[in-house]
């Protein structure tokens, strides 16, 4: 390319402040590297189509950053400049979603005067103009929720427009799947001025729970030394978000119902109403219908809170969402501790894929979170996991909770899913093959000790 003044523009264009915001403006994806194909810096599009955190994979090998099949072929970066030419070749690429999608590949050389090998630079182009779609289509997020299933997108496209009323919500589902989570970004996209107060019912004894959500005067019971407001008119402006709402006492449940009709607050030892103006929000693991039928609930109450209902799936049907939660908490405990970790191993993949999850997305952050913090090299490996995850799912806390419901047919996973212990066989026989039944190096393999290998295969029979 002829160019009029080029030390003028070079010395413009490559400063500090300048050469990153270029490169970030540019709609390809873009990588440079040194001449060992160590990653010196990726901008933006580059980010977006391969998932990778930029300042993650600085030094990184390119391969390990871009997750390509031409890497493995004869990509000059990794075997060799035979003669330092542009390649251009067409290529798959695996995103951080799992995501696999054809690019342009093209890497350049930089060469000095002298015809010396200075730096790399490699370009991706999206084939047929639809990956940069995909990838932005098929991600959805709400806040710090993400997920793609059916079940999740349809409850994330509802929200913009429940945000915009004020009638009152009950999200269900089981323990850990969001249900708070989801309440507050509701009320965070809606234009609602005052916060977003939230009780959880079952973390209170009964005989406070009232004074919690209406406030009581000075000397209305015993130890009440002062005049306390309550969580509904802290609330006012804003949203009161219920959690265990099944919990709440059969003489607060009315006096919810009464305020709901009302908007009036009677604080305990007051026979003087303050009105206020909350957005209720509910949300319950248990079958509140179940609840009524056995009158440990007020059918008025839910009706008059069942205006709006969101039903949150637990993760164990929500498919392929598991993959993608990994990478977003992977991502976000990097991020926090400041480690380099990068990925979970196969035989670490494959468990997270069969685990029931009774906890679900409470129980997977929490277990990537100790992982991350334990975890001294790039991958997470069987070792980092914590001890329970190595144990039979057979024990009663591995189990999904009593009111679970059950596993829908048509789940959203492509296929049945793998019993645990069909699983950890599998690993074992896969680890002894390869280690040519070597067994310490199979442990080694699987990131156990010896005698924890030794034991299971005692206990699954193989010889």
Not at 43 to 64: A, F, M, P, R, W
Not at 206 to 229: I, R, Y
Not at 242 to 259: F, H, N, R, W
Not at 390 to 407: G, I, K
Request: positive net charge.
């Amino acid at each position: 390319m002829p160019l009029l003044d080029s030390p003028y523009l070079l010395q413009a264009m490559t400063g500090q402040d300048t050469l990153a915001p270029l490169l970030d403006a540019l709609p390809l994806g873009i990588a440079l590297m040194d001449p060992s194909g160590k990653l010196l810096g990726v901008n933006k599009t580059y980010e977006s189509l391969t998932g990778v955190d930029g300042e993650q994979v600085i030094g990184l090998d390119c391969l390990h950053a871009l997750r390509c099949d031409y890497c493995m072929k004869n990509c000059p970066v990794r075997v060799g400049w035979k003669e330092y030419r542009t390649r251009s070749v067409e290529a798959n690429i695996i995103n951080r979603s799992r995501e696999k999608f054809i690019i342009k590949l093209t890497i350049s050389p930089l060469l000095d005067a002298s015809g010396t090998l200075k730096g790399i630079v490699e370009t991706l182009t999206p084939v047929g103009g639809h990956a940069f779609d995909k990838v932005a289509s098929t991600v959805f997020g709400l806040g710090e929720m993400v997920g793609r299933s059916p079940q999740v997108r349809k409850i994330f496209s509802r929200t913009p427009s429940i945000a915009q009323t004020d009638s009152p919500v009950l999200v269900t589902g089981e323990t850990g799947t969001g249900k708070d989570m989801l309440a507050e970004e509701i009320h965070n996209e809606s234009d609602r001025d005052g916060p977003f107060v939230k009780v959880n019912s079952g973390a209170l004894p009964n005989e406070l729970l009232e004074s919690e959500l209406f406030g009581h005067e000075k000397n209305a019971f015993p130890g009440a030394d002062m005049a306390k407001p309550g969580r509904l008119r802290m609330a006012h402006g804003g949203t009161l978000f219920i959690a265990e709402v099944g919990d709440l006492p059969m003489s607060t449940q009315t006096k919810l119902l009464s305020y709901m009709d009302a908007h009036m607050v009677y604080p305990l030892g007051s026979a003087k109403g303050v009105r206020t103006d909350v957005r209720i929000m509910a949300a319950s693991h248990r079958d509140l219908e179940e609840m009524v039928r056995n009158k440990l609930f007020r059918q008025d109450l839910l009706y008059r809170l069942n205006v709006i209902r969101l039903h949150l799936p637990p993760l164990r049907e929500r498919g392929e969402d598991i993959l993608l939660l990994q990478d977003h908490f992977l991502k976000m405990f990097q991020a926090r501790f400041g480690k380099r970790v990068d990925r979970f191993s196969k035989n670490v993949d494959k468990l997270l894929r069969s685990y029931p999850f009774p906890g679900n997305i409470r129980e997977l952050k929490n277990l990537i979170e100790y992982a991350v913090n334990f975890c001294d090299t790039q991958v997470i490996r069987m070792r980092h996991l914590p001890g329970y995850m190595l144990r039979s799912p057979a024990s009663s806390a591995n189990q999904p909770p009593q009111n679970a419901p059950e596993r829908k047919q048509e789940a959203v996973r492509s296929g049945p899913p793998e019993r645990w212990e069909d699983v950890q066989r599998k690993m074992i026989l896969d680890a002894l093959v390869k280690t040519g039944g070597k067994k310490q190096l199979a442990a080694e393999h699987l990131g156990w000790g010896r005698s924890t290998l030794w034991r299971k295969m005692k206990h699954f029979g193989i010889e």
